[in-house]
């Protein structure tokens, strides 16, 4: 706990910063360790199937090892990292983490933490952010399709947060060609009849648990 709330306290100071509209557009370094192996990982070559994204993706291993196991056969590699807004993946896929692979699809989630750090940013904005980062993708890896996820549910029914992931969702349905970007909203998979996200699914409300 001691080690994680200095980390805390500066992302606070962070997102209490105004939000701008070029802010989800405009690639921001951040975890360039991390980075750092995701170019070595990539070196290595040997991946079809590449995830993209936060921490939801980031955890997916580790919480839903049972079910990431299952993808053994479609050779995945998964590039998340925790805290990352849309600034910070297109900032990774600017430079480097897929120059020298060209996966079979590429399944991005991103934009959660756009919407739930900054009560300022517009759903167009987050949109935007999420836009130019298929963009990015189909220019350095033009042979991969691209799978977007609508971004998950997460915090309460009425909550800002809910409404405006909703609203995301709704700009980013248009990025889908048919052919080599399609979208996809599974949200309604982890609500309750009322609308609700279950304990026993996403016990904070944001991260899917291995059930």
Known sequence: FSL??????VFRKLHH????????ITPVAKDLDRHAEFLERSKQGDIDLL???DSITNRWPRVGEGSWLKLAPYKPANFGIDADCTE???????????????????????GSNNVFYFADETPQWTARGIEKIVRVIRERSPASKVLLFG???????ESRVRRTIAAVNREIRRLDDGAQVRF?????QFLDADGNIPADIMSD???????
Do not use: C
């Not at 910070?88 to 991103?110: A, F, M, Q």
């Not at 971004?151 to 029914?157: A, E, S, W």
């Not at 409300?205 to 059930?211: I, L």
């Open 88 to 110: 910070h993946l297109l900032w990774r896929v600017e430079h480097g983490e897929l120059d020298t692979i060209s996966p079979k699809v590429v399944v991005l989630l991103i």
């Open 184 to 188: 996809i909203d599974i949200g309604d």
């Open 205 to 211: 409300k944001v991260h899917p648990n291995a059930k």
């Open 51 to 53: 995830f993209l994204g």
């Open 4 to 9: 994680l709330s200095p980390v805390r306290n």
């Open 151 to 157: 971004i998950f549910p997460r915090d309460k029914k």
């Open 17 to 24: 910063k105004p939000r701008k509209a070029e802010d989800a």
